[in-house]
Every structure is written in structure tokens, then in C-alpha cells.
């Protein structure tokens, strides 16, 4: 599909927000909050949802993307990402084709979450399923597709069956891989993690308490991308190296985080997300206006 009109709308920056923040904020407060996030000028809001199983940790995400949407006249919102285990693929384009007839041009569709078991195989037939119901169900209706890529057989196949990627919490040098598979029609739409700290000490063991839970010394798809590029057992053991958190989170002040951040945008992205690591809606929001005035200069 032509994607002119979404880079258009989405411009430089914006906001990714964790599904257990949204689930403990009351839904009048996210209005007001995203509401806010357009007059900062940020382009997007996202967020996604917990493996299917998985204790209650987020809302139902077409159902949070909704609210997103309402509350806001221009802003796109994002899926980042539904996860494929938590619903069959006619029910996925479903929902995805019923909120981008409501809202034109104001839904991008990320989609991940495949079982451990032939990923990329699985991730195929499921984009194979939703391709068949969207020949029958709302066929009329277009949304951006993109896919939770990090590897060469994941870019492989965003190449060939989706928009683009939107990878989650990676080096800039993985922004630059993503833009060199997928070639520059596709979308890069990134995650960048921020503190606006400029203790180092406090400002990693924000991103460690995040990545400590459930995951210490376990493999996940995330470690193995971090070896391709160069990180190796060290990096990854216990609370992770500093070496690492640096290169997967944006700390300091104002300035050296919005550095970060166009460091992103001259590797290859198309549209940023900002995740300040902080402990409300409201306080993160707070972080996004110290963080707008260096960052309207970027805006496309």
C-alpha cells in the first residue's frame, strides 16, 4: 500500500506506553493524557498486550487503541504489538479493518507474539489467514501492516508480506540493519527506551528492574538478536552490562536523550517511540513535554 499519507501523520516521534501502565490508569485520565501528547506535537501513541495466557497485565488492545483514538483528533495510533497467540487472524483483521474505517489513516497494525516452536513459519500462516479474511470481511478497508522483526528471516518476511517493522527495545545499529533489509519504501517505526536521569547508576537500574522480571539469565528471541550484533555472554548474564543497557536505553538530560533519538532517525527510521521508564501515565507525559521542545526542530 502507499504509505506517504501515514509517514505524513505520524512524523518524526512518538509515544510507546507499557500495557501495565494503561491498566492501572483510569481511562479519564488517559484522555486527558493523550490528549495532551497531540498538543506536545508527538504523532502516535502505542502500546501492546501480554502473551495469550499470561497473568492480566494490559487491556484488550483494539479495545485500549479505541480509547486512544477517541480522544485525540489526529494522533495514529499503534499496535505494538497484538499478539497473534491471543486471537484467531479473521477476528485480528477484524478489529484492525472496524477501527481503520472509523478513523482513516489513524491505525498502524504491529503484529508478534508467534510461539517459540517455527516462528517464522507461524507468523507466515498467520498472515496467510488474515490475507484470506480480508478478502471476505471489510475488503475495502486498508491499515499498515507491520511486523515485531529482528532477525534476517523476520526482515525477510516483513519484506515480502507486511509495511514494514517495529522493533522493540534495540540498538540504533539494529535500526540500520532494519533499514538495509527492508530497503526505503518500508516503515521503520523503533522503540526507544529513556530516563531522563542523569545518575547512571539510577537510570540503568530502571531498565534492569524491567528486564529482571521474568527474564534473568533466560534466552529470549531479544538475546539472540543482541548476539548477532556483537553482545555477547557477559553482556547478557544477570542484571545485564552496562555496555548493553546503554546501547538499548536513552539516559541524561534532555539533551543527550533527544541525541539519541535522532540517532534513530539518521540510522534509517521513519517514526520514533519514545518509552520514558517512569512511574505513571501522567509522569511519563511530564518527561514527554521536557523532551517536545528539543525535538519539534526533527519533525517531518
Known sequence: ?????????????????????????????????????ERLGYGSVWTGEPPAGAPASGREIFAQLSVVLGATRRLVAGAGIANISSRVPTTMHAAAATLAEAHPGRLVLGLGGQPADRPITRLREYLDAMDEAATRLLPDIRYPRVLAALGPKAHLLAA?????????????????????????????????????????????ARLRAILNIGQRNVETPYSANYRRLGYG????????????????????????????????????????????????????????????????????
Open 1 to 37: 500500500m502507499d504509505l506517504r499519507e501515514t509517514r505524513d501523520r505520524l512524523g518524526a516521534f512518538g509515544v510507546w506506553i507499557a500495557p501495565m501502565t494503561l491498566l492501572d490508569t483510569p481511562v479519564s485520565v488517559q484522555r486527558e493524557q493523550f490528549a495532551r501528547v
Open 233 to 300: 555472554d557477559a553482556d547478557l548474564a544477570d542484571d545485564r552490562s552496562d555496555r548493553l543497557i546503554d546501547a538499548t536505553l536513552a539516559w541524561g538530560e534532555e539533551g543527550a536523550v533527544a541525541r539519541r533519538l535522532r540517532d534513530h532517525l539518521d540510522a534509517g527510521a521513519d517514526h520514533v517511540l519514545l518509552h520514558p521508564l517512569a512511574g505513571s501515565l501522567t509522569a511519563a507525559v511530564d518527561q514527554l513535554e521536557s523532551l517536545a521542545p528539543r525535538l519539534r526542530p526533527a519533525r517531518s
Open 160 to 204: 515480502e508480506r507486511a509495511d514494514g517493522v517495529h522493533p522493540f527495545l534495540q540498538p540504533v545499529e539494529h535500526t540500520e540493519i532494519a533499514r538495509k533489509s527492508l530497503g526505503p519504501g518500508a516503515l521503520v517505526i523503533p522503540h526507544q527506551a529513556l530516563v531522563l536521569d542523569s545518575d547512571a547508576d539510577t537510570a540503568r
